[in-house]
Structures are given as C-alpha cells and as structure tokens.
C-alpha cells in the first residue's frame, strides 16, 4: 500500500470516528461541537440526567405496585389525631406475597404465653444441654428450615400438629405428652421455645394455640415473635443444609 492510500484510509477513519462521536452527543441532547454553551456536554451533568431517569422509573415502578392490606386479620386501618390533623394508619406493601392475609403481623402475647427476644433466646440455647428437657421448635415448613435455620432448633411444622395430620400422636410423644386412656398426661413434657419466620407468620402462633388447647402447661413454652427473620437481620449465626 502506497503512502497516498494509506493517508486516505487514515482521513475515512477520522471522518467516520467524529461523525459516530457527533451523533452519540446528539443523541445525549448535548452536541457541545456546535453549541456555545461548553457545560452542556459535561459528564457530570449526563450521569445526573440519567440518574433522575432512573429514579423516575424506580417511583413509577414503586407507584405501580403499591398496594394496601389487612394490618392484622381484624384490623384494615387505624385513625389518629397527629398535631391537629386527622391520620390514618394503614399498611402499604409491594407484592401479593406479603398480603394480608395469610401475612398478617402476629400479636406480641398468645394467651398466657412470655414473649422473648435475642438474649432470651440465647439464654434458652445456653440451657439445653444442661436441662435436658428443652426444645427448641421450628415451625416452618422443612423446605425453609434446611435452607437455615437458628442452631439447635428441631424442624416441627405447624401442620403435623394438627390432629388430622398422620403424625399427631408421634409429635406429642416427642414433646413428652402422653395419652392415657381418652386423657392427656403432661408431667414429663418438655420446656419449649417456638419461632417462625417473623411477626407477619402465624406458624407458631397456630402450633401454641394447638398445645394451649391440650392443655400444654403455658409456663413450659415460650414464644420468639421476631423470630427466623429477626435472628438473619441481626448477623446471628445460622445453619442451613445446604
């Protein structure tokens, strides 16, 4: 190739790099090469715009899936006087899944039941070897248990405590219950801590109530509300099967 072809393909080259550099700034809104004004192709100024973009999106995406529900399984909305000003209470989530119901935030007391958090629970940890009769039940389902769960917990779902499940009988054994003739006998039965996913599960709550109807003695079992979600918030260790 001749130095004259070689400074023609090397002016093509240059032509066609600024007339692609001059459509991208046109297309930013901003050809800075034939305007006067040198700030309206600054870098800064494009990543703000973009960004205001992306957030425009992210509100109309929020706006778009915003919905309201239940806050219990009674309570749809709550009036306040707030510095004059009448308000009104209500619970806003963005997806179906956290509706209500079946997520209906729990009550802090279930009957006569103690309500503990993080360092109760830890404490009630601390003590299972050395009572020997304690247990600690996860009432999730066994697909989220084994995918973590707080250490030393037993996976008890809610639903095989239920006297239609096949393993009624076998679950209260387990929980040191004992069926003699049409009664049941809780003199050996275990001291229990039960957790769920969190205050919008109502797992445990189900699995207490059930034991509070056998007349499980209440002062053997206690209740963790924050449950499995407040223990991963907070950095706690976890186990998973996986």
Not at 58 to 86: A, D, P
Not at 143 to 156: D, Q, R, S
Request: glycine fraction near 6%; charge should be positive.
């Amino acid at each position: 190739m001749n130095i004259f072809n070689l400074n023609k393909m090397i002016l093509s080259i240059s032509l066609v790099s600024s007339t692609l550099s001059a459509l991208e700034l046109s297309m930013d809104g901003c050809a800075s090469s034939v305007s006067k004004d040198s700030t309206g192709c600054d870098s800064k100024k494009i990543l703000l715009s973009e960004k205001k973009d992306i957030f425009k999106i992210q509100e109309e995406n929020l706006s778009q899936t915003n919905k309201q529900t239940y806050i219990s399984e009674v309570l749809q909305s709550l009036s306040v006087k707030h510095k004059g000003k009448e308000l009104t209470i209500v619970r806003n989530i963005t997806n179906n899944q956290e509706s209500c119901p079946p997520h209906c935030i729990v009550p802090m007391r279930i009957g006569g039941i103690k309500t503990v958090g993080e360092l109760e629970t830890l404490d009630f940890l601390k003590g299972l070897k050395e009572k020997g009769n304690s247990l600690v039940l996860d009432t999730r389902e066994s697909k989220y248990y084994n995918e973590g769960t707080i250490p030393g917990a037993l996976n008890l779902p809610a639903h095989m405590l239920l006297e239609k499940s096949k393993y009624f009988n076998d679950v209260l054994a387990v929980l040191g219950i004992k069926k003699v003739g049409n009664d049941w006998k809780f003199k050996e039965v275990h001291e229990l801590l039960i957790f769920d996913n969190g205050i919008t599960d109502n797992k445990a709550s189900k699995a207490i109530e059930t034991l509070l109807k056998l007349s499980y003695p209440s002062d053997k079992i206690l209740y963790y509300r924050g449950g499995f979600t407040a223990w991963k918030d907070l950095g706690l260790t976890i186990y998973s099967e996986k």
